[in-house]
């Protein structure tokens, strides 16, 4: 409401008010209608960047050479699977993991590794832990390159290449196979994985976002350090709480003691995020108390734990780092330890070490993305943003028949302004004068002409807001945003026009 506080006679009031009143709402209105329209256009959504490794517990986009303890999981690599291990490399469903998990399906085909081809070293794919009736208990192997390779029975299917004795063993597979079974109908692994380079950078920008001071998709948590401990509070329940990792170690890159002042269990609604800052080259322990990596304690929380390493580009190892799902699209990802490591991966290459076992933990969380589009029309419970325009005029404007300035009248707006879809009576439209309003004799030539609409109520010579009328056509609505030009225009008009009545009122006074 936009209130004048003025000492002239009362007699002159109501031009000088009512055109004040009509280019505060005239503008005012409009940016209060794009403000509006901002709110109104942003959309909020859940993603789960993990949806694009397709069920696989590491996705590498290069090259995979695993010589830790085992997997149990799955693995794609977009290069070669190699093992450095002088043993076969194991492959299973489940010992000390939980194994509540799918293995992928490629061409239908239930599979622990898909690659572009077989490396150096041999592996055995034993669906140890698994129902053999079902797909777990039956996965293969699905290479796009088995140029060179073989079917050995060994009371099961040995896929190998006699050249450098290096194989698969595939304990679900039949003897009677054919080396084409395990080809894959793809001429690259990146084409089982359609759209990965925009998803990820995509959900980069998004998890960018989240970090923001104002952001209305993640919750930063309170780190109050002490010696080597760390408390971490105000957690929410709807949405992703995330602490910088640099907050969880000390000066020399060692975990700290994690203490949660509140009780807050990490969910699909409220994950846990921890954000790795660029130039970070190794990733510890993070040590919260109470939750458990053991197979029946908490291990099930790595499900709602994200490390978020989308910023680092170059080398990263693992070391410690018991549970969460490791997003690190550009970096060389290394896991090399004595300690088991729980969750998904996604990364440049993988490499693995040590003699910690890799169990698969599929993330289940979802994060929020906030996303604005234009919208056709704009609200209808704000003022238009549109003035009227000089390329339209009314032919039904009133006459240069000028009203006196002596009999003010009540319908004078108010600072509520008309909206299109309820027009008030008080105010003429273009097409029908209002019947109350009656004519003077006295013409003026200070009156706005018919050549651009006039805001003035032939009453008293009250501008009056006329943005919109009803018979305005609605193509001449803009879209978003509030129409500066036209209302500059008209605000010049409507200030031009009572200024020549201000004068002529003095004068005849």
């Known amino acids: 409401m936009v209130h004048i506080s003025t000492t002239r006679p009362a007699g002159r009031r109501p031009a000088i008010i009512a055109f004040a ?105 034993s669906n140890e832990g698994a129902d053999s009736d079902t797909p777990e208990g039956k996965a293969v192997v699905k ?40 080809k894959t109908e793809q001429t690259t692994v990146e084409g089982y994985f359609t759209g990965l380079e925009s998803t990820i950078a995509s959900t980069n920008t998004c998890m960018s976002a989240m970090y923001a001071e104002d952001s209305a998709t993640a919750n930063k948590v309170t780190v109050e350090p002490s010696g080597n401990m760390v408390t971490l509070s105000g957690f929410d329940a709807d949405k992703p709480n995330y602490v910088n990792y640099s907050d969880l170690v000390d000066e020399n890159g060692n975990p700290l003691v994690v203490k949660l002042a509140e009780s807050y269990v990490p969910s699909a609604a409220a994950p ?135 009999a003010p009248t009540t319908d004078a707006p108010t600072t509520d302004a008309p909206t299109t879809d309820a027009p008030t009576t008080d105010a003429p439209t273009t097409d029908a004068p209002t019947t109350d309003a009656p004519t003077t004799d006295a013409p003026t030539t200070d009156a706005p002409t018919t050549d651009a609409p006039t805001s003035d109520d032939p009453t008293t010579g009250t501008p009056v807001t006329t943005s919109p009328t009803t018979d305005k056509p609605k193509d001449k609505l803009p879209n978003t945003g509030a129409n500066v030009g036209n209302m500059a225009i008209a605000g010049v008009i409507l200030l031009l026009g009572g200024t020549a009545l201000f004068v002529r009122s003095r004068k005849e006074s």
């Not at 099961?156 to 395990?182: G, M, W």
């Open 21 to 125: 009143t009509a280019v505060a709402l005239g503008c005012g209105g409009a940016f209060m209608g794009s403000l509006a329209m901002a709110d109104s256009d942003t959309t909020i959504t859940k993603i789960n960047p993990f949806e694009i490794n397709g069920g696989f517990t590491i996705l590498s986009r290069g090259d995979a050479s695993l010589s830790n303890g085992e997997l149990e999981g799955s693995v794609a690599a977009f290069g070669s699977i190699s093992t450095e291990k002088g043993s076969p490399f194991q492959l299973k469903q489940e010992t000390a993991g939980q194994g509540d998990f799918t293995v992928p399906l490629i061409d239908g085909t239930p599979v622990r590794i898909l690659a572009s081809s077989l490396g150096t070293g041999s592996f055995e794919v």
């Open 143 to 182: 290479l796009v390159n088995t140029d060179g390779l073989s079917i050995e029975d060994r009371g099961f299917a040995r896929l190998q290449r006699v050249a450098d004795q290096n194989y698969i063993d595939l304990k679900a597979a039949p003897v009677t196979s054919e080396v084409s079974n395990y």
């Open 272 to 406: 846990f995020v921890v954000r790795v800052e660029a130039g970070t080259t190794t990733l510890g322990k993070i040590g919260v108390e109470g939750w458990s990596s053991d197979k029946n304690a908490q291990q099930g929380y790595s499900s709602y734990i994200l490390v978020d390493a989308s910023a680092v580009s170059g080398s990263l190892k693992i070391a410690g780092l018991e549970m969460g799902a490791v997003w690190a699209p550009n970096a060389d990802l290394s896991y090399g330890s004595d300690t088991t490591t729980n969750g998904q991966y996604l990364s440049k290459s993988f490499t693995s070490s040590g003699g910690g076992e890799i169990h698969q933990h599929t993330f289940k969380a979802s994060l929020l993305c906030a996303t604005s589009s234009p919208t056709e029309e704009p609200s209808t419970a704000a003022p238009s943003t549109d003035a009227p325009s000089t390329d339209a005029p009314s032919t039904d404007a009133p006459t240069t028949d000028a009203p006196t300035t002596d």
